[in-house]
């Protein structure tokens, strides 16, 4: 069987380490695929500054369920990085950490080859009334490159970004953040900065030019101006009451789906066993970003519960969200996606003590009710939403408002996913992404029905894994997925 792996990040890494545990690996041809800069790394843990930390304790991130020291362990036993405070580590570390696997996997395996271009289209052909399907990949226009291939794992990572106020190629204009070491290069030592958004990518983005830019202070604006909680003291925390088997017999009496609020219901009884006040902790935001930073530092027991129920709450949330109806869904998002995003993937409580003291020492400003943002003489007009109508002038933006989520508002960025869209070999899921199947992640096609050996895995299947874009939640979609493409070469061999 031959099998092809497109994007070597996260998913890509942990999709071959799976592959390479079975028995019957030395069956696959396997083929993996991306550009040399992000192979075997990807975006997220590019090679970027050291001032963009893991948002995990260092102990606590792994690519294996079994071990969640591995990664601790692996930069325990290398020589090439040393950091004084390694509880949360550079981003980059944990890249060369998935980056070491391929690599041994790389030297270990002669049915493994290491391709470093990136994927420019997929396609597939089958005769008329014929239903099995051959794909195909190349990484040019050449014919002669077009590789034929059994199974696919689609694991090429995030959407790029919004560009929610149309500013894309204006001068001064920084699509996204990262690296961020490339942040300052265009812009000189006078300029005046804003930052759009205010979640992780805009923290990062906060930690380097903070510490390069000499013009200081630097605006960090959103339309909530909302900040991600700090990390407390995680604990282990399972489920009694929102569980498969309680939403089972939920089923029985609504039409085959969980009411959003008997599913919240159950919620809320986790809560209480660990005695958490839900209602308490999402409404503890002042507006005073000072105030709000020091009560999550401050309270880091009772804030390291409350987000181990959320981080719990997003590893079951495959099966809790699709057990839910569409009204019910578009409701999750209104009332508890926010929720979900501010106080889950918390910041290290050392990033928040850095964003509270440069807010004291007037080297960060940050504002909400940003209403629109208007390129004019090549400056950016800040519009706000207060009782002033007030504005800003800045001479450089830099948009940091996160990954797009929906296929109609891709772009030339997005060329292999809109190519897949257009051959109708995938479709836009009505809440983000492309349809899959929940249990299996295969591709659902509008052309071919589900595509048995097509797996889609990562953000570009959000509207289906609602939330779950961690690396744990990731690595166990993997396992899954993998024992799938194994059972099938069982029955190829009969």
Same mark, same amino acid.
């Given at each position: 069987?031959?099998?092809?792996?497109?994007?070597?990040?996260?998913?890509?890494?942990?999709?071959?380490?799976?592959?390479?545990?079975?028995?019957?690996?030395?069956?696959?041809?396997?083929?993996?695929?991306?550009?040399?800069?992000?192979?075997?790394?990807?975006?997220?843990?590019?090679?970027?500054?050291?001032?963009?930390?893991?948002?995990?304790?260092?102990?606590?991130?792994?690519?294996?369920?079994?071990?969640?020291?591995?990664?601790?362990?692996?930069?325990?036993?290398?020589?090439?990085?040393?950091?004084?405070?390694?509880?949360?580590?550079?981003?980059?570390?944990?890249?060369?950490?998935?980056?070491?696997?391929?690599?041994?996997?790389?030297?270990?395996?002669?049915?493994?080859?290491?391709?470093?271009?990136?994927?420019?289209?997929?396609?597939?052909?089958?005769?008329?009334?014929?239903?099995?399907?051959?794909?195909?990949?190349?990484?040019?226009?050449?014919?002669?490159?077009?590789?034929?291939?059994?199974?696919?794992?689609?694991?090429?990572?995030?959407?790029?970004?919004?560009?929610?106020?149309?500013?894309?190629?204006?001068?001064?204009?920084?699509?996204?953040?990262?690296?961020?070491?490339?942040?300052?290069?265009?812009?000189?030592?006078?300029?005046?900065?804003?930052?759009?958004?205010?979640?992780?990518?805009?923290?990062?983005?906060?930690?380097?030019?903070?510490?390069?830019?000499?013009?200081?202070?630097?605006?960090?604006?959103?339309?909530?101006?909302?900040?991600?909680?700090?990390?407390?003291?995680?604990?282990?925390?399972?489920?009694?009451?929102?569980?498969?088997?309680?939403?089972?017999?939920?089923?029985?009496?609504?039409?085959?789906?969980?009411?959003?609020?008997?599913?919240?219901?159950?919620?809320?009884?986790?809560?209480?066993?660990?005695?958490?006040?839900?209602?308490?902790?999402?409404?503890?935001?002042?507006?005073?970003?000072?105030?709000?930073?020091?009560?999550?530092?401050?309270?880091?027991?009772?804030?390291?519960?409350?987000?181990?129920?959320?981080?719990?709450?997003?590893?079951?949330?495959?099966?809790?969200?699709?057990?839910?109806?569409?009204?019910?869904?578009?409701?999750?998002?209104?009332?508890?996606?926010?929720?979900?995003?501010?106080?889950?993937?918390?910041?290290?409580?050392?990033?928040?003590?850095?964003?509270?003291?440069?807010?004291?020492?007037?080297?960060?400003?940050?504002?909400?009710?940003?209403?629109?943002?208007?390129?004019?003489?090549?400056?950016?007009?800040?519009?706000?939403?207060?009782?002033?109508?007030?504005?800003?002038?800045?001479?450089?933006?830099?948009?940091?408002?996160?990954?797009?989520?929906?296929?109609?508002?891709?772009?030339?960025?997005?060329?292999?996913?809109?190519?897949?869209?257009?051959?109708?070999?995938?479709?836009?899921?009505?809440?983000?992404? #492309?349809? =899959?199947?929940?249990? /299996? %992640?295969? &591709?659902?096609?509008? @052309?071919? !029905?589900?595509?048995?050996? $097509? #797996?889609? =895995?990562?953000?570009? /299947? %959000?509207? &289906?894994?609602?939330? @779950?874009? !961690?690396?744990?939640?990731? $690595?166990?979609?993997?396992?899954?997925?993998?024992?799938?493409?194994?059972?099938?070469?069982?029955?190829?061999?009969?």
């Amino acid at each position: 069987m031959r099998v092809a792996i497109i994007g070597m990040g996260t998913a890509g890494v942990s999709v071959l380490r799976q592959l390479v545990k079975h028995e019957n690996f030395s069956k696959l041809r396997v083929d993996v695929y991306d550009d040399k800069k992000n192979m075997g790394q990807g975006v997220p843990f590019q090679n970027d500054s050291s001032e963009l930390l893991i948002n995990m304790p260092s102990r606590k991130l792994s690519l294996n369920l079994d071990d969640d020291e591995e990664f601790w362990k692996w930069y325990q036993g290398q020589t090439e990085f040393n950091f004084k405070n390694p509880q949360y580590l550079p981003r980059y570390v944990f890249g060369h950490y998935m980056k070491s696997y391929l690599s041994y996997y790389n030297e270990q395996y002669e049915n493994l080859t290491v391709i470093n271009n990136k994927v420019k289209e997929i396609f597939t052909q089958s005769n008329i009334g014929n239903t099995n399907l051959n794909y195909y990949v190349c990484t040019c226009e050449d014919e002669k490159e077009w590789r034929e291939y059994d199974y696919l794992f689609l694991t090429f990572g995030t959407f790029s970004y919004h560009d929610p106020y149309n500013l894309k190629g204006k001068s001064g204009y920084i699509q996204t953040p990262y690296p961020t070491y490339n942040t300052l290069d265009e812009v000189k030592d006078l300029d005046r900065i804003a930052i759009i958004g205010t979640g992780l990518a805009s923290l990062d983005a906060v930690r380097y030019v903070t510490a390069y830019h000499p013009n200081l202070p630097i605006t960090m604006t959103s339309r909530s101006a909302a900040l991600p909680s700090v990390r407390g003291k995680m604990v282990d925390v399972q489920f009694t009451h929102l569980t498969q088997g309680h939403f089972n017999g939920i089923k029985k009496t609504y039409y085959g789906n969980v009411p959003l609020d008997k599913a919240v219901a159950l919620f809320l009884k986790e809560c209480e066993d660990y005695n958490i006040d839900f209602q308490k902790l999402i409404s503890r935001r002042t507006g005073d970003h000072i105030k709000d930073l020091e009560y999550d530092l401050q309270y880091d027991e009772e804030m390291g519960v409350f987000q181990s129920l959320i981080e719990h709450l997003k590893e079951n949330l495959n099966w809790i969200w699709n057990s839910l109806s569409v009204k019910d869904q578009e409701a999750f998002n209104r009332k508890y996606s926010k929720i979900i995003q501010l106080n889950s993937n918390p910041m290290p409580p050392r990033t928040a003590n850095l964003l509270i003291n440069l807010i004291q020492d007037g080297s960060l400003e940050i504002k909400k009710g940003l209403h629109d943002v208007i390129y004019d003489n090549e400056q950016f007009v800040l519009k706000f939403n207060d009782e002033d109508h007030s504005f800003d002038i800045f001479d450089i933006v830099i948009n940091a408002t996160g990954p797009k989520t929906h296929l109609s508002q891709l772009d030339e960025d997005d060329r292999l996913l809109l190519n897949l869209e257009n051959r109708r070999i995938v479709q836009p899921h009505p809440m983000g992404g #492309i349809q =899959i199947i929940p249990e /299996t %992640n295969q &591709v659902i096609s509008p @052309r071919y !029905g589900t595509l048995t050996n $097509v #797996i889609a =895995i990562g953000q570009m /299947t %959000n509207g &289906v894994n609602k939330l @779950r874009n !961690g690396v744990k939640m990731i $690595v166990d979609q993997v396992v899954d997925t993998v024992s799938h493409l194994y059972l099938t070469q069982q029955k190829l061999d009969k």
